[in-house]
Antibody
Framework: EVQLVESGGGLVKPGGSLRLSCAAS????????MSWVRQAPGKGLEWVGR??????????DYAAPVKGRFTISRDDSKNTLYLQMNSLKTEDTAVYYC?????????????WGQGTLVTVSS | NFMLTQPHSVSESPGKTVTISCTGS????????VQWYQQRPGSAPTTVIY?????PSGVPDRFSGSIDSSSNSASLTISGLKTEDEADYYC???????????FGGGTKLTVL
Protein backbone atom coordinates (compact mmCIF):
# COMPACT_ATOMS: atom_id res chain seq x y z
CA GLU A 1 0.00 0.00 0.00
CA VAL A 2 1.35 3.41 -0.99
CA GLN A 3 1.76 5.77 1.95
CA LEU A 4 2.91 9.38 1.97
CA VAL A 5 3.29 11.00 5.38
CA GLU A 6 4.11 14.70 5.61
CA SER A 7 5.62 16.36 8.65
CA GLY A 8 7.29 19.59 9.67
CA GLY A 9 4.41 22.02 9.44
CA GLY A 10 3.77 24.69 12.05
CA LEU A 11 3.66 28.38 12.81
CA VAL A 12 6.42 30.59 11.44
CA LYS A 13 6.87 34.35 11.21
CA PRO A 14 6.98 36.19 7.89
CA GLY A 15 10.49 36.06 6.50
CA GLY A 16 11.21 32.83 8.32
CA SER A 17 12.07 29.35 7.07
CA LEU A 18 10.64 25.89 7.44
CA ARG A 19 11.45 22.45 6.05
CA LEU A 20 8.75 19.93 5.31
CA SER A 21 9.38 16.21 4.94
CA CYS A 22 7.40 13.48 3.24
CA ALA A 23 8.13 9.86 4.17
CA ALA A 24 7.18 7.48 1.38
CA SER A 25 6.53 3.74 1.44
CA UNK A 26 4.80 1.05 -0.58
CA UNK A 27 6.45 1.87 -3.91
CA UNK A 28 9.91 2.33 -5.41
CA UNK A 29 10.54 5.89 -4.29
CA UNK A 30 13.76 6.32 -6.25
CA UNK A 31 11.88 5.78 -9.53
CA UNK A 32 9.09 8.24 -8.75
CA UNK A 33 8.54 11.84 -9.77
CA MET A 34 7.38 13.64 -6.63
CA SER A 35 5.41 16.87 -6.27
CA TRP A 36 4.21 19.27 -3.60
CA VAL A 37 0.73 20.76 -3.90
CA ARG A 38 -0.70 23.28 -1.43
CA GLN A 39 -4.14 24.51 -0.49
CA ALA A 40 -4.71 27.78 1.34
CA PRO A 41 -7.60 27.75 3.86
CA GLY A 42 -10.89 27.71 1.98
CA LYS A 43 -9.11 27.98 -1.39
CA GLY A 44 -8.26 25.72 -4.30
CA LEU A 45 -5.32 23.46 -5.08
CA GLU A 46 -2.04 25.05 -6.17
CA TRP A 47 0.93 23.13 -7.53
CA VAL A 48 4.16 24.14 -5.77
CA GLY A 49 6.80 22.16 -7.60
CA ARG A 50 8.21 18.81 -8.62
CA UNK A 51 11.39 16.77 -8.63
CA UNK A 52 12.00 14.06 -11.18
CA UNK A 53 13.68 10.76 -10.44
CA UNK A 54 17.46 10.67 -10.73
CA UNK A 55 17.18 8.37 -13.72
CA UNK A 56 15.16 11.10 -15.42
CA UNK A 57 17.71 13.75 -14.47
CA UNK A 58 16.57 14.63 -10.94
CA UNK A 59 15.59 18.11 -12.15
CA UNK A 60 13.15 20.41 -10.40
CA ASP A 61 10.41 22.75 -11.60
CA TYR A 62 8.59 25.33 -9.49
CA ALA A 63 5.47 27.44 -9.66
CA ALA A 64 6.15 31.13 -10.26
CA PRO A 65 5.02 32.31 -6.77
CA VAL A 66 7.62 30.14 -5.00
CA LYS A 67 10.50 30.14 -7.49
CA GLY A 68 13.70 31.33 -5.83
CA ARG A 69 12.29 30.86 -2.31
CA PHE A 70 11.39 27.15 -2.16
CA THR A 71 13.65 24.18 -2.88
CA ILE A 72 12.56 20.59 -3.41
CA SER A 73 15.04 17.79 -2.76
CA ARG A 74 14.98 14.06 -2.19
CA ASP A 75 16.94 11.44 -0.28
CA ASP A 76 16.34 8.15 -2.06
CA SER A 77 18.28 6.26 0.63
CA LYS A 78 15.67 7.41 3.16
CA ASN A 79 12.63 7.34 0.84
CA THR A 80 12.02 10.94 1.83
CA LEU A 81 11.01 14.07 -0.06
CA TYR A 82 11.75 17.56 1.28
CA LEU A 83 10.45 21.07 0.75
CA GLN A 84 12.73 23.82 2.05
CA MET A 85 10.75 27.06 2.33
CA ASN A 86 12.61 30.34 2.83
CA SER A 87 11.51 33.98 2.94
CA LEU A 88 8.03 32.85 3.87
CA LYS A 89 5.08 35.17 3.25
CA THR A 90 1.63 35.23 4.80
CA GLU A 91 0.24 34.05 1.45
CA ASP A 92 2.23 30.81 1.83
CA THR A 93 -0.15 29.77 4.61
CA ALA A 94 -1.67 26.49 3.44
CA VAL A 95 -1.93 22.76 3.86
CA TYR A 96 0.99 21.25 1.96
CA TYR A 97 0.44 17.87 0.31
CA CYS A 98 3.09 15.49 -0.93
CA UNK A 99 1.91 13.67 -4.04
CA UNK A 100 3.06 11.32 -6.77
CA UNK A 101 1.71 9.63 -9.84
CA UNK A 102 3.09 8.80 -13.24
CA UNK A 103 6.44 9.91 -14.57
CA UNK A 104 5.37 12.37 -17.22
CA UNK A 105 4.46 16.02 -17.23
CA UNK A 106 0.70 15.88 -17.80
CA UNK A 107 -0.12 12.78 -15.82
CA UNK A 108 -2.37 12.40 -12.78
CA UNK A 109 -1.42 12.58 -9.12
CA UNK A 110 -2.60 9.16 -7.98
CA UNK A 111 -1.39 9.23 -4.39
CA TRP A 112 -1.58 12.01 -1.81
CA GLY A 113 -0.47 12.38 1.78
CA GLN A 114 -2.76 13.71 4.48
CA GLY A 115 -1.12 17.14 4.34
CA THR A 116 0.70 19.29 6.86
CA LEU A 117 -0.43 22.81 7.80
CA VAL A 118 1.97 25.72 7.49
CA THR A 119 0.86 29.00 9.06
CA VAL A 120 2.84 32.15 8.34
CA SER A 121 1.86 34.86 10.77
CA SER A 122 3.42 37.39 13.08
CA ASN B 1 0.70 31.91 -18.21
CA PHE B 2 -1.67 29.11 -19.06
CA MET B 3 -4.74 29.03 -16.79
CA LEU B 4 -7.73 26.74 -16.38
CA THR B 5 -11.07 28.37 -15.56
CA GLN B 6 -13.94 26.51 -13.87
CA PRO B 7 -17.34 27.71 -12.69
CA HIS B 8 -17.26 28.49 -9.00
CA SER B 9 -20.28 26.34 -8.22
CA VAL B 10 -22.96 24.14 -9.77
CA SER B 11 -25.99 22.48 -8.26
CA GLU B 12 -28.37 19.79 -9.40
CA SER B 13 -30.87 17.33 -8.02
CA PRO B 14 -30.23 13.67 -7.21
CA GLY B 15 -30.60 11.42 -10.23
CA LYS B 16 -29.91 14.22 -12.71
CA THR B 17 -26.82 14.87 -14.82
CA VAL B 18 -24.35 17.72 -14.32
CA THR B 19 -21.43 18.89 -16.42
CA ILE B 20 -18.50 20.92 -15.06
CA SER B 21 -16.40 22.81 -17.58
CA CYS B 22 -12.69 23.64 -17.52
CA THR B 23 -11.59 26.20 -20.11
CA GLY B 24 -7.99 26.75 -21.16
CA SER B 25 -6.79 30.35 -21.41
CA UNK B 26 -4.56 29.91 -24.43
CA UNK B 27 -3.10 27.39 -26.79
CA UNK B 28 -4.83 24.05 -27.23
CA UNK B 29 -6.21 22.25 -24.21
CA UNK B 30 -5.88 19.07 -26.25
CA UNK B 31 -2.08 19.43 -26.27
CA UNK B 32 -1.78 17.94 -22.78
CA UNK B 33 -3.88 15.50 -20.82
CA VAL B 34 -6.52 16.79 -18.40
CA GLN B 35 -7.26 15.17 -15.06
CA TRP B 36 -10.20 15.66 -12.72
CA TYR B 37 -10.05 15.35 -8.93
CA GLN B 38 -12.77 15.07 -6.31
CA GLN B 39 -12.11 16.55 -2.89
CA ARG B 40 -14.41 16.15 0.07
CA PRO B 41 -14.04 18.43 3.13
CA GLY B 42 -11.06 17.55 5.27
CA SER B 43 -9.68 15.00 2.81
CA ALA B 44 -7.00 14.89 0.16
CA PRO B 45 -8.10 14.90 -3.49
CA THR B 46 -8.74 11.67 -5.38
CA THR B 47 -8.62 11.15 -9.13
CA VAL B 48 -11.96 10.57 -10.86
CA ILE B 49 -10.76 11.06 -14.48
CA TYR B 50 -7.24 10.92 -15.90
CA UNK B 51 -5.84 11.39 -19.40
CA UNK B 52 -8.94 13.31 -20.53
CA UNK B 53 -11.45 10.46 -20.30
CA UNK B 54 -10.06 7.47 -18.41
CA UNK B 55 -11.60 6.30 -15.15
CA PRO B 56 -9.45 4.80 -12.39
CA SER B 57 -10.60 1.47 -11.08
CA GLY B 58 -13.20 1.97 -8.41
CA VAL B 59 -14.67 5.14 -9.93
CA PRO B 60 -18.23 4.48 -11.11
CA ASP B 61 -19.03 4.81 -14.81
CA ARG B 62 -21.39 7.66 -13.88
CA PHE B 63 -18.25 9.81 -14.16
CA SER B 64 -16.98 10.66 -17.64
CA GLY B 65 -14.56 13.16 -19.16
CA SER B 66 -14.25 14.76 -22.56
CA ILE B 67 -12.34 17.39 -24.52
CA ASP B 68 -13.88 19.95 -26.87
CA SER B 69 -11.18 21.55 -29.00
CA SER B 70 -13.60 24.03 -30.54
CA SER B 71 -14.19 25.68 -27.16
CA ASN B 72 -10.74 24.82 -25.81
CA SER B 73 -12.33 23.16 -22.83
CA ALA B 74 -12.54 19.93 -20.92
CA SER B 75 -15.66 18.67 -19.22
CA LEU B 76 -16.51 16.36 -16.37
CA THR B 77 -19.98 14.86 -16.57
CA ILE B 78 -21.60 13.09 -13.65
CA SER B 79 -24.84 11.26 -14.37
CA GLY B 80 -27.32 9.74 -11.94
CA LEU B 81 -26.21 12.19 -9.28
CA LYS B 82 -26.01 10.95 -5.71
CA THR B 83 -25.72 12.99 -2.55
CA GLU B 84 -22.30 11.42 -2.00
CA ASP B 85 -21.07 13.19 -5.17
CA GLU B 86 -21.31 16.50 -3.36
CA ALA B 87 -17.72 17.76 -3.23
CA ASP B 88 -15.23 20.14 -4.82
CA TYR B 89 -13.95 19.16 -8.27
CA TYR B 90 -10.67 20.36 -9.80
CA CYS B 91 -9.31 20.00 -13.32
CA UNK B 92 -5.55 19.80 -13.83
CA UNK B 93 -3.23 19.90 -16.81
CA UNK B 94 0.22 21.11 -17.80
CA UNK B 95 1.67 24.36 -19.10
CA UNK B 96 4.36 23.20 -21.53
CA UNK B 97 5.69 26.73 -22.07
CA UNK B 98 6.46 27.34 -18.41
CA UNK B 99 6.99 23.74 -17.30
CA UNK B 100 4.29 24.05 -14.65
CA UNK B 101 1.41 21.85 -13.57
CA UNK B 102 -1.81 23.87 -13.55
CA PHE B 103 -5.02 23.38 -11.54
CA GLY B 104 -8.35 24.97 -12.23
CA GLY B 105 -9.86 27.07 -9.46
CA GLY B 106 -12.28 24.32 -8.45
CA THR B 107 -16.04 23.87 -8.66
CA LYS B 108 -18.27 23.21 -5.67
CA LEU B 109 -20.93 20.68 -6.60
CA THR B 110 -24.08 20.73 -4.51
CA VAL B 111 -26.55 17.87 -4.86
CA LEU B 112 -29.90 18.88 -3.43
Amino acid sequence: EVQLVESGGGLVKPGGSLRLSCAASGFTFSNAWMSWVRQAPGKGLEWVGRIKSKTDGGTTDYAAPVKGRFTISRDDSKNTLYLQMNSLKTEDTAVYYCTTGVNWNDGPFDYWGQGTLVTVSS
Amino acid sequence: NFMLTQPHSVSESPGKTVTISCTGSSGSIASNYVQWYQQRPGSAPTTVIYEDNQRPSGVPDRFSGSIDSSSNSASLTISGLKTEDEADYYCQSYDSSNHEVVFGGGTKLTVL
